[in-house]
């Protein structure tokens, strides 16, 4: 289980000339970003770029990017082409336990579910065990060949009627159900539709909506 943003040090940021017309920032943490360039998200660290867009420095309100050679500060939602997007009131707030992950209680379809925040899993991740727990009717589902460190295993991808973490509630989440031990991972099929802001050791989720 790859620990919750740990993915900085997999993550390729490719190089190419990209004419940036909508930039925002749907992520902000210590000296990184999540930027949304042209409907595609992206992590970069201060000083790397994707295309025509660097990013200069963050704080926990805002980011500093260089669009196209002209620099803006941009905070969660504001876009270079001046509009803005007024932040929900609603956020889930989790704090980091002592094994260095972001743990929550949430529900799954309905029914109380740990899992841990997984930056590094595309999909909301659930062992086949766990998923016959929680009355999940997986087998019905596409099935799909994953990678791990111990070769491939065959799983199933299904969607989930429904994932809660906190006061947030998503419907209609992709999900990965795979024969092993692990915990619920908390993947990028949920993260991606909230916004991310970590402090210290406190990780905020926005919803996008």
């Known amino acids: 289980m790859i620990k919750p943003f740990a993915f900085l040090s997999f993550l390729l940021v490719l ?12 992520g902000l943490f210590p000296n990184a970003a999540v930027i949304l360039i042209d409907g595609q998200r992206h992590f970069l660290k201060t000083g790397q770029h994707k295309g025509g867009v660097r990013l200069i420095s963050t704080n926990s309100g805002n980011a500093v990017v260089q669009v196209d050679g002209r620099q803006l500060t941009l905070n969660l939602g504001r876009e270079n082409t001046g509009g803005f997007v007024e932040a929900p009131k609603k956020e889930a707030l989790l704090v980091r336990s002592n094994d260095g992950h972001y743990w929550t209680t949430g529900k799954i379809n309905g029914r109380a579910a740990r899992m841990v925040v997984d930056t590094g899993a595309s999909d909301v991740s ?7 727990q929680l009355g999940i009717s997986y087998r019905h589902g596409t099935k799909a060949t994953y990678q791990t460190a111990n070769g491939s295993i065959v799983g199933y991808q299904i969607t989930l009627n429904s994932v809660t973490v906190k006061n947030i509630t998503l419907n209609n989440v992709k999900a990965s159900v795979v024969p092993s031990n692990h915990p619920i991972l908390l ?21 996008r909506y």
């Open 15 to 26: 190089s190419g000339s990209v004419m940036a017309t909508n930039v925002s920032v749907v």
């Open 187 to 207: 993947g990028m099929s949920f993260l991606r539709e909230v916004n991310m802001r970590e402090e210290g050791n406190k990780l905020y989720l926005v919803p």
């Open 126 to 132: 659930i062992s086949a065990s766990t998923a016959d």
